[in-house]
């Protein structure tokens, strides 16, 4: 499984393909598998998103989950501050999906 990865131009969150958008929740993300890199490529010269790279990720509890710990943190945020993590599950947050 391939997802990809990147950043907001506007804001600098690591934001995650949906298909169609990108968003700050890696929930939202899906498979880009063979078409991960022209993907990339396409957004990034569109200007939807800064830097955009694949990363290897397994399904997990019916999850996305990067394999790389460094990639899992961009996903889920501090790893010595739990308070600080994301909360993808709080529908508080839900408003800011890029």
């Known amino acids: 499984m391939k997802l990809l990865t990147g950043n907001d131009l506007k804001t600098g969150a690591v934001t995650w393909w949906t298909g169609h ?3 700050i ?3 939202d993300a899906i498979n880009a ?4 890199d ?6 990034e010269a569109a200007r939807r998103v ?7 990720a397994e399904q997990r509890d019916g999850k996305p989950r990067p394999l790389h ?7 889920l945020g501090p ?3 739990p308070d600080l993590t994301l909360k993808p599950a709080d529908p ?3 408003e800011w999906v890029i």
């Open 25 to 27: 929740h890696i929930e």
């Open 50 to 56: 800064n830097a955009p790279y694949a990363v290897d």
């Open 69 to 75: 710990i460094k990639e899992r943190i961009r996903a």
């Open 92 to 94: 508080d947050h839900r």
């Open 79 to 81: 790893t010595v501050r």
């Open 38 to 43: 022209e993907i990339a490529r396409r957004e």
């Open 33 to 36: 598998g063979d078409r991960a």
């Open 21 to 23: 958008d990108w968003s």
